[in-house]
Structures are given as structure tokens and as C-alpha cells.
């Protein structure tokens, strides 16, 4: 980071409804909770150690910049359900830049463990506004029973890659 732009800088703010496009749609309104799904760029799947690093990566910013509900890392993909803070001057900090950074430090730590280079995920990401309460729960349901789901666990609990939010602020 440029010397002269400060950590509020790093991450810009939203204080009304935007729609952006890649290839897919992605809406931030200020306030909203998301769930959120990205893939790793194929053919790879990730080892114990880099899920863990995933994780690692986007604990780092709970309670700083979003508050993290839930999230589980997969051996080729990734959950979550966060909702990105409001400021002092209540604005919210921009849900793209924020994956962004996650995809970009755990990228690095992972390609470090490697010792490789390149893309780890795809450049894309899934995100979808949570309309109310009983959206959240099924999307936070879908969060934990994907382990299970995919036969890597039989309980939720049991798998070290998923999170879930003590205090959930909903």
C-alpha cells in the first residue's frame, strides 16, 4: 500500500445502492448481509493447510471491516455469510475490495506454500443480498451441512474448516 493512502483508504466506501458486472451481477446496498461463494481456479482442490489459511484470511477482517456470521472452506470452494460495517460517517466498506483482499493475501500465502505462482481463484465471486431472516437461516443451514453434504464430516462440528459466529449481530 502507497505510503500516503491510509488503511481507510484501502477499502472505499458504499453509501447507496451500486450494481457492478463482470461476468456476473454483484449489488451492494449499504447495511446488507451477503452470501457469498468463490471457487479455486480449476483443476485444483486445497490441501488442510491451505483451507486453513482461507480461513485465517477471512477471520482477519471480522469485526474490522465486515462482521462474519459463518463460512466454511471446501476443498475447491468457498461459503459465507458477512455483512460489511458501517463507518463513523455511516457509509459501509465496499464488499468487493474486501474479498478482493482475502482472495489476494491468501493466494499468496498459498502459492508461498507451494512454492508456485499464479491464480488460486477464479476472478469471479457469488454474491447475493440476504432479503430477511428466514434467508439467513437457510443460507447459514447450507453453510454448515456442505461438509456433511460432501461426506467430509458427519456432523458440522467435526469439520476444522467451518466457522460460525458466537454472537451473530442479525
Not at 472452506?73 to 455469510?81: E, K, S
Not at 474486501?98 to 508456485?116: E, F, G, H, P, V
Request: net charge positive; hydrophobic share 35%; with cysteine.
Amino acid at each position: 500500500m502507497p505510503k500516503d493512502k491510509s488503511a481507510a483508504d484501502f477499502f472505499p466506501k458504499v453509501t447507496s445502492f451500486t450494481a457492478t458486472r463482470r461476468k456476473l451481477p454483484h449489488w451492494q446496498n449499504p447495511g446488507s448481509v451477503y452470501f457469498i461463494t468463490w471457487r479455486c481456479k480449476n483443476p485444483q482442490e486445497l490441501s488442510n493447510a491451505e483451507r486453513t489459511i482461507t480461513l485465517e484470511s477471512i477471520r482477519f477482517w471480522d469485526r474490522q471491516h465486515w462482521l462474519l456470521f459463518a463460512a466454511v472452506i471446501m476443498p475447491d470452494h468457498v461459503h459465507l455469510l458477512a455483512q460489511p460495517m458501517a463507518t463513523p460517517d455511516d457509509e459501509y466498506t465496499n464488499l468487493g475490495k474486501i474479498i478482493k483482499s482475502i482472495k489476494s493475501y491468501s493466494a499468496r500465502q498459498i502459492n508461498r506454500l507451494r512454492d508456485q505462482q499464479g491464480s488460486v481463484w477464479q476472478p469471479e465471486r457469488y454474491d447475493r443480498i440476504v432479503r430477511n431472516d428466514a434467508e439467513f437461516l437457510e443460507k447459514w443451514q447450507y453453510i454448515r451441512n456442505n461438509p456433511i453434504k460432501a461426506g467430509l464430516a458427519v456432523h458440522p462440528e467435526d469439520y476444522p474448516w467451518l466457522y460460525e459466529s458466537i454472537n451473530p449481530i442479525w
